[in-house]
């Protein structure tokens, strides 16, 4: 079964310029979570959708969104980028919505790096 | 904020046990604990996970005191591919949405 794939894997942007992520999940999965990973703040959760609604969120601006389609691959979109949006971009998927007291392993991909100049 | 409390880095030498320690003293009865690690930038990838019980798979065993406040990784024969920052986690959040909130976790060096 093939893994998480995240494309594009590099991306170099410049300030103010707007960026798309893209997610396919794994076969079958139908939840999707971003995380943002830089130096400074370690891995962060930014969204997550099941769905195609947001299901939770993260403590980012709203610069930051996503969606997901209805054969749950997922993108998530960054505008007007700042300099300290540089950062590994990573999506997880996992079979259903957690709940609590519900066991959810998330299988991560490989990233996006991004990097803005 | 992280829920979960581990050393920042430990050393092992090849061949030996990793034992990586993690506090979560204020996990609920019905919240899991995972374990997953991180080899320099590729996706984190999954190790165990426990809930009461000690757990053990191919990669790990697991072991959850009896509190339930912290649990042991244990990496029964370490390598030096298992050189990577490990994450303990365990889920915050409503029954409505949850989610994993990573802490520093711990960057294991395997020494030859």
């Known amino acids: 079964k093939a893994g998480v794939t995240q494309t594009p894997r590099y991306l170099i942007k410049t300030r103010g310029q707007q960026v798309t992520l893209s997610c396919s999940p794994i076969?079958?999965?139908?939840?999707v979570s971003w995380y943002q990973q830089t130096p400074g703040q370690g891995l962060q959760f930014l969204f997550e959708?099941?769905?195609?609604?947001?299901?939770n969120k993260g403590n980012f601006p709203g610069r930051f969104s996503g969606r997901q389609f209805s054969n749950s691959r997922s993108e998530m979109n960054v505008s007007t980028l700042e300099l300290g949006d540089s950062a590994l971009y990573l999506c997880?998927?996992?079979?259903?919505?957690?709940?609590?007291?519900?066991?959810?392993?998330?299988?991560f991909g490989p990233g996006t790096r991004l990097t803005v100049l | 904020d992280a829920k979960t409390t581990q050393p920042p880095s430990m050393d092992c030498a090849e061949g030996r046990a990793a034992n990586l320690p993690c506090n979560h003293s204020?996990?609920?009865?019905?919240?899991?604990v995972y374990w997953y690690r991180q080899i320099h930038s590729q996706g984190p990838q999954y190790i165990i996970h426990?809930?009461?019980n000690n757990e053990t798979n191919e990669m790990a065993s697991l072991i959850i005191t009896e509190d339930r406040k912290s649990s042991t990784l244990i990496l029964p024969h370490a390598t030096l591919r298992d050189t990577a920052v490990y994450y303990c986690?365990?889920?915050?959040?409503?029954?409505?949405?949850?989610?994993?909130?990573f802490g520093p976790g711990t960057r294991l060096s395997v020494l030859p």
């Open positions: 997880a998927s996992s079979l259903a919505f957690r709940l609590a007291g519900a066991y959810n392993e998330q299988f």
């Open positions: 076969s079958g999965h139908r939840s």
């Open positions: 959708y099941f769905s195609e609604t947001q299901r």
């Open positions: 204020t996990i609920s009865g019905n919240e899991y």
């Open positions: 426990g809930l009461k």
């Open positions: 986690i365990v889920r915050v959040g409503s029954n409505y949405g949850q989610n994993f909130v």
